[in-house]
């Protein structure tokens, strides 16, 4: 069965700084794999995603990851934080045969220290 | 704004009365996703509809229910509140099924059952 590990449920960081937010995943197959932010009052947008090719993914809003197979791991990555960038981040795996067999981590809580 | 909306914003009611929520997704996109998000369960998969047909099920409680209408907007039915129902409940879509689709997130309807 599919499952998502975020080891870090809070992390605060300064403005500015680098940022790496982890996800380890479990998937007998190859996975798909996600990356969303909820910001307070809001839904999920997607970050970004990896299905296949490159292991470096990037995204929206500077963010970038990499998909290490060894590792099972789908590390999210920002060299430069911003104070916007507050907000929660959830790592997802899903499966080829349907989106509905998406399942999200626990999540990580970004604070931004000025 | 990822062009799915959620009615209502914010819902209140007592245990054991029964609630709509409603969802209507991005122009375009056949699926619906309902999610329920709350802190000790986290983000969950209740059950998708493609195209007016339930497609996955995912932890759906008996006392819930949805469908999806051939205007393609959602609803959710939450019958006999308990307080454990109290959560943010999200709606998504996506233009196919499959698992490469992305799936764009409303901004949710937030329940509280006193």
């Known amino acids: 069965a599919q499952s998502v590990t975020q080891p870090d449920i809070h992390i605060t960081v300064s403005e500015g700084a680098s940022l790496e937010l982890r996800c380890n995943y479990s998937?007998?197959?190859?996975?798909?794999l996600f990356w969303y932010v909820q910001s307070p009052g809001q839904g999920l947008q997607l970050l970004l995603k990896y299905f296949s090719g490159d292991t470096l993914v990037q995204g929206i809003k500077g963010f970038e990851a990499e998909f290490k197979r060894s590792q099972s791991s789908f590390n999210l990555r920002k060299p430069s934080v911003h104070w916007s960038d507050a907000a929660e981040y959830f790592c997802?795996?899903?499966?080829?045969?349907?989106?509905?067999?998406?399942?999200f981590g626990s999540g990580t809580r970004l604070s931004i220290r000025p | 704004d990822s062009g799915v909306t959620q009615t209502p914003k914010h819902l209140i009611t007592a245990t054991g009365q029964r609630v709509t929520l409603r969802c209507s997704p991005r122009?375009?996109?056949?699926?619906v996703y309902w999610y329920q998000q709350s802190l000790d369960q986290g983000l969950q998969f209740l059950i998708q509809?493609?195209?007016?047909?339930?497609?996955a099920k995912g932890n759906i409680l008996e006392r819930f229910s949805a469908q999806q209408f051939p205007d393609l907007h959602s609803e959710l039915n939450l019958s006999s509140l308990e307080l454990g129902d109290s959560a943010l409940y999200f709606c998504?879509?996506?233009?196919?099924?499959?698992?490469?689709?992305?799936?764009?997130f409303g901004p949710g309807t937030r329940l509280t059952v006193l």
């Open positions: 509809y493609y195209n007016g047909e339930e497609r």
């Open positions: 997802a795996v899903g499966a080829r045969s349907s989106a509905s067999k998406i399942i």
């Open positions: 998937y007998g197959a190859t996975p798909y």
């Open positions: 122009s375009g996109d056949l699926s």
């Open positions: 998504a879509s996506s233009i196919q099924s499959g698992g490469t689709d992305t799936q764009y």
